[in-house]
DNA sequence: GCCCAGGTATAAA
DNA sequence: TTTATACATGGG
């Protein structure tokens, strides 16, 4: 992002300079399961931290933050530094379609979520619909994340992982309960290594993920994509097979280049804003 | 009641 | 290697 400026505020920062986002297009998206919207001003927990976050105009203004605590968190996990503009242009490019989803939907980015929080949140979106994941992330996090006060962390692989399936009847997962702890086990006990998964080859990645029972080809894309930001992962789930091959039915996944994941993401929101490109 | 939800494991063809 | 079915739960 070129020359953004910072400004402290009463209650955290505010952010002159912003370009490429938007705020519903990026945290309540079905990328991450954690924000809570309500007028215009979104609620979530990252890296154990609780923020608001909305626009003052054309200000991004982050509550209960610090200048130092952005620049080590909330700017990577916005993606800030990314130049979506520039993606945009290379992508669309690739299909005339993909110029229509684009201009769609030009405040979409790609959240640099934690590896074990995309992992396991991607585990519990299978045959699922957002709003029953955001519960159950819920009441997982509340049942075993860290009381913080106002709110709970994400409880990570190691607390998962001493429990049972049994344990995990309270947040209603049903069969995905045993996944979620096949991966915490496999996770804190190094048997899968999420960080390896940023430098092993896409092929090698999933196939990493993919040791762990309940993980397949698409929760395996969503984490790359998700939780390492590998942005060549193209997540292909029973709405994008239909997206493909009714807009795009001569390519594959491969033919959408090194930013794929990005550009699935542009025709994810832009499909599902139009179901009537399937009639 | 029936159907489906950002799928996957398992068994059978 | 490809195709059918069960899987837990809850909202429409």
């Not at 005339?96 to 640099?112: H, S």
């Not at 997982?140 to 860290?146: A, I, T």
């Not at 995990?168 to 997962?173: G, M, N, S, T, V």
Request: hydrophobic share 40%.
């Amino acid at each position: 992002m070129r020359s953004i400026e910072l400004l402290k505020t009463n209650f955290g920062i505010k952010i002159k300079g912003i370009t490429d986002l938007d705020l519903a297009q990026t945290l309540d998206c079905g990328q991450s399961f954690r924000w809570v919207e309500n007028n215009g001003k979104f609620t979530g927990v990252a890296f154990k931290r609780q923020v608001d976050i909305y626009f003052d105009n054309d200000a991004l203004c982050i509550d209960n933050t610090t200048p130092e605590e952005f620049e080590k968190i909330w700017r990577k996990y916005l993606d800030l530094d990314l130049d979506y503009g520039k993606i945009r242009e290379d992508i669309k490019k690739l299909h005339p379609v993909l110029e229509e989803a684009c201009a769609y939907a030009p405040g979409i980015r790609i959240l640099r979520q934690e590896p074990w929080e995309a992992l396991c949140t991607f585990i519990i979106s299978q045959n699922n619909n957002i709003k029953r994941i955001k519960g159950i992330v819920e009441r997982l996090c509340g049942s075993f994340g860290d009381n913080m006060g106002n709110y709970f962390t994400f409880p990570d692989a190691e607390k998962l992982s001493e429990l049972s399936p049994e344990d995990l009847a309270p947040i209603r997962a049903g069969f995905r309960n045993k996944y979620i702890i096949d991966a915490a086990v496999k996770v804190a006990g190094g048997e899968v290594d999420l960080e390896k998964c940023r430098t092993l080859s896409y092929d090698d990645a999933r196939a990493e993920l993919m040791k762990i029972k309940g993980v397949g080809i698409k929760v395996a894309d969503c984490t790359l994509l998700f939780g390492l930001h590998r942005v060549e992962a193209f997540p292909v789930d029973v709405w994008m097979k239909r997206a493909m091959e009714k807009l795009f039915p001569d390519m594959t996944a491969d033919d959408f280049g090194e930013y794929a994941g990005i550009a699935q993401q542009y025709i994810f929101h832009y499909s599902r804003m139009h179901p009537d490109i399937f009639e």
